[in-house]
């Protein structure tokens, strides 16, 4: 079966069919601050880790149903910071709390009963409760069509203690029970069935 999404039939159906093919995508639970000091909270999945010199991580958030901007993307315009925090099984349904279409400056962290905690180097804060947070300045906004990508530069990261070794300076990876996003509208995924296979030389 080929999909050609430009047909009659298929108009409208790219993010139903591809967003339930690309995965397990990694979820940013993402936080920012509007310039009044109100923090928001919002979960996206088109999200990943893109480079390490220097580190950076993109996400794309979409507009509202109305195409107006989400407060995501407004208060990243007019701060230029944002932290991504990674979910894991413990914070999963808080997560999908904070998808809610709550009314503009209401605080979806104290809605889905998650707790904002000081970041070091941007305003918005963190989720005490995430096993891992990144903070980010914002490198740029790329704008596609109708698509955005924000690309973040990854300024501070902070990571639960079990899940850091010191001596290897590596993640302790079986410690790591994040979640992943898979088919639309409503499917997730554990992480715990893992597999290693060793890159040959």
Same mark, same amino acid.
């Given at each position: 079966?080929?999909? +050609?999404?430009? =047909?009659?039939?298929?108009?409208?159906?790219?993010?139903?069919?591809?967003?339930?093919?690309?995965?397990?995508?990694?979820?940013?639970?993402? @936080?920012?601050?509007?310039?009044?000091?109100?923090?928001?909270?919002?979960?996206?999945?088109?999200? +990943?880790?893109?480079?390490?010199?220097?580190?950076?991580?993109?996400?794309?958030?979409?507009?509202?149903?109305?195409? @107006?901007?989400?407060?995501?993307?407004?208060?990243?315009?007019? @701060?230029?910071?944002?932290?991504? +925090?990674?979910?894991?099984?413990?914070?999963?349904?808080?997560?999908?709390?904070?998808?809610?279409?709550?009314?503009?400056?209401? +605080?979806?962290?104290?809605?889905?009963?998650?707790?904002?905690?000081?970041?070091? =180097?941007?305003?918005?804060?963190?989720?005490?409760?995430?096993?891992?947070?990144?903070?980010?300045?914002?490198?740029?906004?790329?704008?596609?069509?109708?698509?955005?990508?924000?690309?973040?530069?990854?300024?501070?990261?902070?990571?639960?203690?079990?899940?850091?070794?010191?001596?290897?300076?590596?993640?302790? =990876?079986?410690?790591?029970?994040?979640?992943?996003?898979?088919?639309?509208?409503?499917?997730?995924?554990?992480?715990?069935?893992?597999?290693?296979?060793?890159?040959?030389?």
């Amino acid at each position: 079966m080929e999909l +050609n999404f430009d =047909t009659p039939e298929l108009i409208g159906r790219a993010y139903p069919i591809l967003a339930s093919l690309v995965t397990p995508r990694p979820i940013a639970l993402v @936080t920012t601050m509007d310039l009044e000091g109100r923090v928001n909270a919002a979960p996206f999945s088109f999200f +990943n880790m893109m480079g390490a010199r220097p580190p950076i991580c993109a996400f794309a958030p979409g507009n509202r149903d109305d195409e @107006t901007p989400k407060d995501t993307v407004l208060n990243i315009r007019a @701060t230029n910071e944002f932290v991504v +925090n990674l979910v894991d099984e413990g914070i999963a349904e808080a997560m999908n709390q904070c998808a809610a279409s709550l009314p503009h400056g209401q +605080n979806e962290l104290e809605a889905a009963g998650l707790t904002a905690a000081p970041s070091s =180097t941007v305003r918005p804060p963190r989720i005490a409760e995430a096993p891992a947070s990144l903070e980010c300045t914002v490198h740029d906004i790329l704008e596609i069509g109708q698509n955005r990508m924000v690309i973040g530069l990854i300024q501070r990261v902070h990571v639960r203690d079990e899940l850091y070794d010191p001596v290897k300076r590596r993640i302790v =990876t079986d410690n790591f029970m994040v979640v992943g996003r898979m088919a639309s509208p409503h499917w997730y995924c554990r992480t715990r069935d893992r597999f290693e296979m060793i890159r040959p030389e």
